[in-house]
């Protein structure tokens, strides 16, 4: 493209792009690099430091590296993403696609219909449904299991947490996979299932080698998002003492709820940093035509 | 065939644990609201429309809709313009560094999310005099998801061959006019998928609304939810029940429709 | 009516489109342009159109400069390869897009719709969306839709090449018809010659961006200017066969020939090249002198006659030539000894690629307008 067809110009074309550059510069493109300033200081929400924020330097960044609470709040967002991202929603979704392929179409339409529905729901409101479901006293899962008294929530919270994000965002593999496979020859798959190739068998020979792009889009996507998701705080707020508190929830207590600005800034560009390595590596493969064009917006969830 | 056998009971066994696990959650949402003695318990409701009309007197919750609406809408109008005068220009005029300019766009939108950038957003709503107010949500979500939706009415621009613009332009349409006669009615399908997705993403969005907004009376209906309590202090359940179902029915709605009248092409909220 | 001076375009990548380009259409004439694939037939066309600015070189119509208007008030209609049909709108509408522009009030835009339609036979499908019409339709569509706005010419790329080869036949009869009915001056680019020969009062043969010939249809036939549009036009392509003077003849492929008149006079050793299209030359089964040797290679039947073509005796690589005999005479066995005898009164010679006995410049640029 770029030829101006509509006899447009520069001139107006820049017009036509300032409205939404200056939106994006105020709102996405400041707060980041404001992220960085506020940081390095000890500005604080309320006090003597919120009126004059004191330059402190790289302390913020120290003691967020020396204290045990962001450690712990670190490797808790490790097993979130690596237990409710990776193993979790990956997984399950490549499972739901492949198994749907052979469904008959209303089995088929309930199972997709659902998993859907589960994405679709507003966040705070499924929130209030595995909160139902988890309840110590009531909750369907221990009338279910048979475990009375059991309280999820707090003897398990981040099981209860990963199996959530799970559920919440396995639709978002599901889709990808399924248009992943619908590009596998299904040419290829009867010559494989003819040699008498086993489902694992085809599965490794046939299928993989050609969704390689879509697998690793999913899997940076997907994990960036989970990295990035503040849900678990409408279940657990991060407790029983901190031990579901994940980097979001950490940033949110300490800033926000504790009033120490600056120090939130700093670990928020911590998170900065961390998405960029994701969004560099997936913004690569986009370039290199190795992934999907589906994703073309790694911002599908919004910055929320 | 013995394997054979094995594999399909395997399938049905998996299908059936499947629909389980992503149906158990929603059974509550499905009756609760219309139990008369509702609480966490999943049970056969004994029938009554008494926590729809709690809903009615309860002073929020209905205005608590209507600030979701008004912040959804506002968005998706201010966002679906936005993008596409900035996607039709992109796409179809060489202007310098674009390449540059889109590549730092979607990096920015990819990593700027709500939890890295929260503190700066409430300091510079703060500083604006944007905190309670609509206008300041809907600034606020827009700008995160312009770049997003920039690429992706971009692409469809992109797919529209040029000769409907030029033919119009050698009739003698003005720039504006080839673009309200002849390119927003072709990208009509791009700007639907814009606009259904933001309202998607600010209708269930949380953690922004939650910073942004303190006073309940403009709270939307992802904070509303959580205000919801009993003087002893307990979700009010009856109301929380009612309220989700009530809350949720517009997006579903909404994503039935759009999945019946395009194909459902929403990955990520994104088309194809 | 539309004239060209100097006319450069050169895209940004350094591609020379058009390259220094004089060319007169006159008012009411038919113009095919007429080139290989990459010439720069659209860009031409586009730039006429104002969709591209010349680099250098000025656009007139109806004699008034319009290198720097914009093509909406260049008062031309343009018919793309796709026919650009907005396909939101019926056809009703798409007809009327023009008037819409130009501010007619709806009442009139609809008549003046209709009365074309009608005159297009697309009466009954005023209703329905491009999608629903067959690419026949849809290109008389186009038509309606550049007429409708009464332009003061017509400009079309490739109007015919969507069609079946049939449906083109018929297009092409009622493009015809057509123009010469409104007598709007007409710019038809096309890369198939028959079109372009059946069509036009004259014809532009482009290319690399230059004028290679222009002339009526029978000029550019039977005295192509260059090897070039020698090769180029023709539904067989002209035997053009290296060979030298000597004597006062003309030594050719193992014949020895008597040059036709502008190439009389020729220093000895003078290297050129003859060309005889395959319908001026005859089939002779007895050796002759002022014939090519060969044996029959190849017979293809074209229906009414046969195309024969000779390869060298002597199993060598010298140049195939080609023959076309009427079928009445039966099909050669094949590796028969011929000799293909051409009509000196239709051979043409060229010198350094160039015709001789033609006029100094290349490619004359003054309107001769013949309608
Ligand atoms: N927008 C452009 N940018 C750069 N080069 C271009 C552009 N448009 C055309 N060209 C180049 O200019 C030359 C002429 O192109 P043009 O489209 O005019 O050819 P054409 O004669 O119409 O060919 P065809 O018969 O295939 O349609 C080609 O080499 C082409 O690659
Ligand atoms: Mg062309």
């Known amino acids: ?304 | 065939m013995v394997r054979h056998v094995l594999a399909r009971l395997g399938v049905t066994a998996f299908v059936a644990v499947l629909l389980g696990f992503f149906a158990l959650p929603m059974l509550w949402l499905a009756t609760a609201p219309f139990d008369a003695g509702a609480s966490i318990r999943v049970s056969v409701p004994e029938f009554t429309l008494a926590n729809f009309r709690a809903l009615l007197v309860n002073p929020f919750a209905v205005g608590s809709l209507v600030n979701s609406a008004v912040q959804a809408g506002g968005a998706a109008a201010l966002v679906v313009v936005l993008a596409a005068l900035a996607a039709y220009a992109l796409s179809r005029v060489q202007v310098p560094g674009r390449d540059l300019l889109l590549y730092l766009l979607l990096l920015m939108s990819s990593i700027v999310t709500g939890t890295a950038a929260m503190v700066p957003i409430f300091e510079l709503a703060t500083r604006l005099n944007l905190i309670d107010t609509h206008l300041g949500v809907i600034l606020v979500v827009s700008g995160g998801l312009l770049p997003a939706a920039i690429f992706i009415l971009k692409d469809f621009t992109d797919a529209t061959p040029a000769s409907y613009e030029e033919s119009a332009r050698v009739f003698g349409a003005s720039p504006l006019q080839i673009l309200r006669h002849v390119v927003v009615p072709l990208i009509r399908p791009g700007l639907a998928t814009i606009a259904v997705w933001t309202v998607a993403n600010v209708w269930g969005g949380f953690l922004l609304q939650f910073i942004l907004i303190r006073d309940p009376g403009l709270a939307p209906g992802s904070v509303i939810l959580y205000t919801l309590y009993t003087e002893g202090g307990q979700p009010d359940l009856p109301l929380v029940s009612a309220f989700s179902l009530v809350y949720s029915l517009p997006v579903v709605l909404m994503y039935v429709f759009v999945s019946g009248r395009y194909g459902f092409r929403f990955h990520g909220g994104i088309k194809r | ?371």
């Open chain 3, 1 to 371: 009516m539309i004239s060209l001076r100097g006319l450069v375009k050169q895209f940004p990548g350094g591609v020379r489109a058009i390259d220094d380009l004089d060319l007169e259409i006159a008012g009411g004439e038919f113009l095919a342009l007429l080139g290989p694939s990459g010439c720069g037939k659209t860009t031409l066309l586009r730039t006429i159109a104002g969709l591209e600015t010349p680099t250098a070189g000025r656009v007139g119509i109806g004699g008034r400069d319009v290198t720097a208007l914009p093509p909406g008030r260049r008062d031309v209609a343009m018919v793309f390869q796709d026919y650009a049909l907005f396909p939101h709108m019926d056809v009703a509408a798409n007809i009327a897009y023009p008037l819409r522009v130009k501010r007619v009030g709806r009442a009139e835009r609809r008549a003046r719709a209709a009365a074309t339609a009608d005159r297009l036979g697309l009466s009954g499908l005023l209703e329905r969306r491009p999608a629903q019409l067959s690419g026949g339709q849809q290109q008389r569509v186009a038509l309606a839709r550049a007429i409708a706005c009464r332009p003061r010419a017509f400009l079309f790329d490739e109007p015919l090449s969507n069609l079946d080869a049939r449906l083109r036949l018929t297009a092409r009869t009622f493009l015809k018809r057509l123009q010469r009915e409104l007598s709007v001056t007409t710019v038809f680019v096309t890369h198939d010659q028959g079109e372009a020969l059946a069509l036009a009062d004259r014809v532009a043969v482009m290319s690399g961006g230059r004028l290679a010939q222009v002339g009526t249809p029978a000029e550019v036939f039977q005295r192509p200017l260059t090897t070039f549009v020698a090769s180029f036009i023709g539904a067989t392509p002209m035997n053009l066969l290296p060979g030298r003077a000597e004597g006062g003849a003309l030594l050719v492929a193992g014949a020895r020939l008597t040059p036709p008149g502008p190439a009389r006079g020729l220093p000895d050793g003078e290297p050129v090249t003859y060309g005889v299209r395959p319908e001026y030359a005859d089939l002779s089964f007895e050796p002759r002198e002022d014939g090519f040797p060969g044996r029959v290679g190849v017979v293809e039947n074209m229906g009414t006659a046969l195309l024969v073509t000779l390869e060298p005796a002597g199993g060598g690589d010298g140049p195939l030539v080609q023959v076309v005999v009427p079928e009445e005479g039966g099909e050669p066995a094949l590796g028969t000894p011929a000799w293909a005898v051409p009509r000196t009164s239709r051979a043409l010679v060229y010198r350094e690629g160039r015709l001789l006995g033609a006029p100094v410049a290349p490619a004359p640029a003054s309107a001769e307008p013949t309608a």
């Open chain 1, 1 to 304: 493209m770029g030829t101006d067809a509509a006899g447009l110009g520069r001139g107006r074309a820049m017009a036509f792009i300032l409205p939404a550059l200056v939106l994006i510069g105020v709102f996405l493109v400041f707060p980041a690099l404001w992220t960085v300033y506020l940081g390095l200081t000890d500005y604080r929400l309320t006090g003597l430091a919120a009126a004059e924020p004191r330059f402190v330097g790289l302390d913020n960044y120290a003691a967020a590296l020396t204290d045990a609470r962001f450690g712990s709040s670190l490797w808790l967002t490790v097993q979130f993403v690596l237990g409710s991202a990776v193993a979790g929603q990956a997984v399950l979704g490549f499972a739901v696609a492949w198994v749907a392929r052979g469904l008959r179409t209303p089995v088929r339409r309930a199972v997709e219909g659902l998993v859907l529905l589960s994405w679709i729901l507003p966040g705070s409101v499924v929130a209030f449904l595995w909160i139902a479901l988890l309840d110590r006293d009531g909750g369907t899962l221990n009338a279910l299991l048979n475990t009375p008294g059991t309280a999820w929530l707090l003897d398990h919270p981040m099981l209860s947490i990963i199996v959530f994000n799970i559920w919440r965002g396995t639709a978002f593999s599901m889709m990808l996979y399924s248009a992943a496979l619908e590009n596998v020859p299904p040419s290829h798959l009867e010559t494989a299932r003819l040699a008498g190739a086993s489902t694992a068998c085809q599965l490794g020979d046939v299928v993989l080698p050609r969704i390689k792009g879509h697998v690793l889009t999913n899997l940076l996507l997907i994990s960036l998002w989970t990295f990035n998701d503040f849900t678990p705080f409408l279940l657990t707020a991060g407790g029983p003492e901190g031990r579901s508190e994940i980097l979001p929830v950490y940033v949110y207590a300490i800033a926000l709820n504790g009033g120490r600005l600056g120090a939130g800034a700093a670990v928020s560009f911590l998170i900065l940093l961390i998405n960029l390595v994701f969004a560099l590596i997936y913004l690569r493969l986009l370039r290199a035509r190795n992934a999907p064009p589906t994703a073309a917006a790694p911002g599908g969830r919004g910055p929320v």
